[in-house]
């Protein structure tokens, strides 16, 4: 490598990221290092794919396998939205032919085991795969031992819908179905899981299908916490928006949700059963499986990792990133699955050069609709410091709460802006 381009290397954290990439770039006949490696991505979501696109745009001679049993994605991002009847579920769904177009090779498969120490990754199929770098981006698995009376069954009837797709149109089934002057609940899980405003966003787009569709409904919110993401402008939204439609209990109140009866369709707390009409129960979550079949989770059921690089604190050579990895601060997102996905092929691509993981800042932004022309969002900066990702103090913020109309109405245009274009970036 020349001393320009190591130069250019070390000056990693002052360029933008496309230069970052340039710089990794291996010579038209490929560098030693990445044309007889292969990184295995388990994962073809947000974070997956982000990476997947990411080596070969940075090294093309690199073999780059993505792992992912099906054959198109359904994004969660705006899955609120076809709940709501607001959106049709064909316009959350991608393929992954333009992935493939850039010589990723997909096998539509299922990772089920991985050896981390052997560096072996064995498919459904029963093919084996070995790897130099392995990225674990699976997402996340539903926890139904977490909460008795809830399971896989159970959910047929009581959707989740936190895995977009058939639970989704369900949810939405059921609310077409509801009576008027019925009741709908949600049971909302504690930290962490999946999405943190994503279960008040569902309840504002469901509080605004109450609105048009069965005026006279009710939506009660059992929530294991006490504080959730931009809380105030949520509250003071919907008691705008929605006047005493929605009604939201916290772990205080004792609406923690303990256990469901499912054949009742009854939510069961210290105190209380609260049966309803139509229940969306949102359950507790840790890492899908593959992860800790490969043992790369922790007593958590989360992923640890060294912030900088992904890596796997329990595995060398193993990469953890998206929803599966502990990143502290930084929330279990889209938005952030594909940054970290970004990063960690950077990462990996220094290494397989011999070159020092760059030093960098990673940014999130969360936009949720009130309504369909009410948006909020949180915004955050991390910066890596050892196996955390911490906020950086004096940056990030939300929507102020006396924002005029006009202002809801231009993010609500941005967060519609935002999955546009991450789903071109990601999928198109
Ligand atoms: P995923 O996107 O879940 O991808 C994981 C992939 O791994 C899946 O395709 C799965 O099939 C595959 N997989 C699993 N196991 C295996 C295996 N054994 N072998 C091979 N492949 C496997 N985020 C935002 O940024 N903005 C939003 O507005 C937003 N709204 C949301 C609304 C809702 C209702 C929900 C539920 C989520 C929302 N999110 C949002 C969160 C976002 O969807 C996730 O954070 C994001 O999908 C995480 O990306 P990932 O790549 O880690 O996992």
Redo the contacts with the bound molecule.
Sequence with gaps: MSIRRRTLLKQGTLLPFTALLASCQSSPTGSSDTRNARVVI????????TAARTLKAGAPDLDVVL????RS?V??????LVVAGLRDIKAQTFGYTAVEAMGVRILH????EVDPVARRVTLDSRAELSYDRLIM????ELNYDALPGYSRDAANSLPH????GPQTVLLRDQLRALPEGGTVAMAIPDNPY??P??PY??ASLIAWYLKQHKPRAKLLLLDAKDRFSKQPLFMAAWKTLYGDRVEWLGRSDGAAVIEVDAANRTLITDFDQHQADVVNVIPPQRA???ARRADLTDRTGWCPIDAATFESSRHRAAHV????AIANAMP??????NAQ?RLVALQILRSLNDLPPIDTKLM?T???LVSPDYGISVAGVYAADGPLWASQPGSGGASPMDAPDGQRKAEANY?RA??RH?TDQVFG
Excluded at 75 to 80: K, L, M, Q, R, V
Excluded at 321 to 324: E, H, N, P, V, Y
């Design positions: 388990i994962g073809g979501g947000f974070g997956g794919v792992i992912e049993p099906r994605y994004a969660c991002p705006f899955s609120n498969d299922r990772a089920l981006a699976p997402g996340i819908a936190w895995d977009a999946r999405c405003p994503g966003e569902r899908a499986a593959v990133i998206g929803d599966a279990k997102s889209a938005f952030a699955a996905g999130n969360c936009y949720s967060a935002w999955f991450i």
